[in-house]
């Protein structure tokens, strides 16, 4: 039964929680290294879907998988959440939270650059120059305003973080192209995900115990990136007449983060960034009114 004031509910709560995960990783990796990070928060999603799985009576479903649905579940949990997270979370341990998760909102233009090649898709003169109005509004955020100049406040920072853009349109290719339930899908993908980062860590070999913040911090991003808000997320759509309706609410998160990134992490906001962002949701808002 479709419902719109109880869509805009769930959409605002995803919305207001997905700002606060920029200042959440900022926060968090005062108390704890990236990768340990990841594998508490990784962790904490899968036991919280593999929880809602069995609340909604869905776990028969993952006795019904055929052996290419574990297959294309490995391939994207090795897109998200192991690569997607391990270098967006170190991008955030070399650039200020406003820059690294700002940069992070690219993936809306990479996925229509990476839809040309692999969904065969055509591009319009306006569409590149919308693409265009974006990567300038990558560019004046990365220079912190010094284009002319390309002086990169952290060079190996930006490219991690539009790398984060790249494994998340990657992976959200292939999720349109799999028709398999939500939940029970994304379950088996963060279980993936974990062998993977369990298999870094054991690598790594630095087994010292986190600070209490630490695993605060790590069992917040678990929840409230990984498993809830995606699960508000997908009722918001539910409930929702249209998908446009509530998908427009998420350039609400941006902005929000900056406000909260402003008073948690106590970062002073650049003016840079507000101006990059800016033409980054404006790039990307064009591309979406030109593809209607």
Same mark, same amino acid.
């Given at each position: ?7 805009? *509910?769930?959409?605002?709560? $995803? ?5 606060t995960?920029?200042?959440a990783?900022? %926060? ?16 904490? $999603?899968?036991?919280f879907?593999?929880?809602? *799985? ?8 993952? #006795?019904?998988?055929r ?10 949990g ?12 170190? $991008?955030?341990?070399? +650039? ?17 650059? *990476?839809?040309?090649?692999? =969904? ?11 693409? +265009? ?11 912190r ?7 990169? #406040? ?5 490219? =991690?973080?539009?790398?984060?853009? +790249? ?7 292939l /999720? ?11 379950? %088996? /993908? ?9 298999? !870094?860590?054991?690598l790594r ?33 539910q409930y929702?007449? &249209? &998908? ?8 609400? #998160?941006?902005?929000?983060? %900056? ?8 970062? &002073?906001? %650049? ?13 990307? !808002? *064009?591309?979406q009114?030109?593809?209607?």
């Amino acid at each position: 039964m479709k419902n719109q004031r109880k869509a805009y *509910l769930f959409a605002l709560s $995803a919305v207001l929680f997905w700002s606060t995960i920029g200042s959440a990783m900022k %926060l968090s990796l005062r108390f704890i290294d990236f990768i340990p990070l990841l594998l508490i928060a990784n962790l904490v $999603a899968v036991v919280f879907l593999f929880s809602t *799985l069995v609340f909604q009576g869905k776990i028969r479903l993952l #006795s019904a998988l055929r052996s290419r649905d574990w297959f294309r579940s490995a391939i994207m949990g090795l897109l998200n959440p192991f690569l997607y997270y391990l270098v967006l979370l170190e $991008a955030y341990d070399l +650039l200020q939270a406003q820059e690294a998760g700002t940069l992070n909102y690219i993936w809306p233009l990479v996925l229509v650059l *990476l839809s040309i090649p692999m =969904l065969r898709q055509r591009i319009s003169g306006w569409s590149l120059l919308a693409i +265009l109005i974006s990567f300038t509004g990558l560019l004046i955020i990365s220079t912190r305003g010094d284009i002319l100049g390309l002086n990169f #406040s952290s060079p190996l920072g930006v490219v =991690l973080a539009v790398s984060s853009a +790249l494994f998340w349109a990657l992976y959200w290719i292939l /999720n349109m192209k799999d028709q398999r339930e939500d939940v029970s899908k994304l379950f %088996l /993908n963060f279980s993936f995900g974990l062998f993977y980062i369990v298999v !870094i860590y054991l690598l790594r070999g630095d087994f010292s115990a986190p600070s209490w913040q630490g695993i605060t911090g790590s069992v917040y991003l678990g929840i409230f990136e990984m498993g809830l808000t995606f699960l508000l997320w997908l009722k918001a759509l539910q409930y929702s007449t &249209t &998908t446009a309706r509530v998908s427009n609410l998420i350039y609400l #998160s941006p902005f929000i983060s %900056l406000i909260i990134i402003r008073f948690a992490v106590r970062e &002073t906001i %650049l003016l840079s960034t507000v101006i990059g962002l800016s033409f980054i949701i404006g790039g990307i !808002i *064009l591309q979406q009114y030109l593809r209607k």
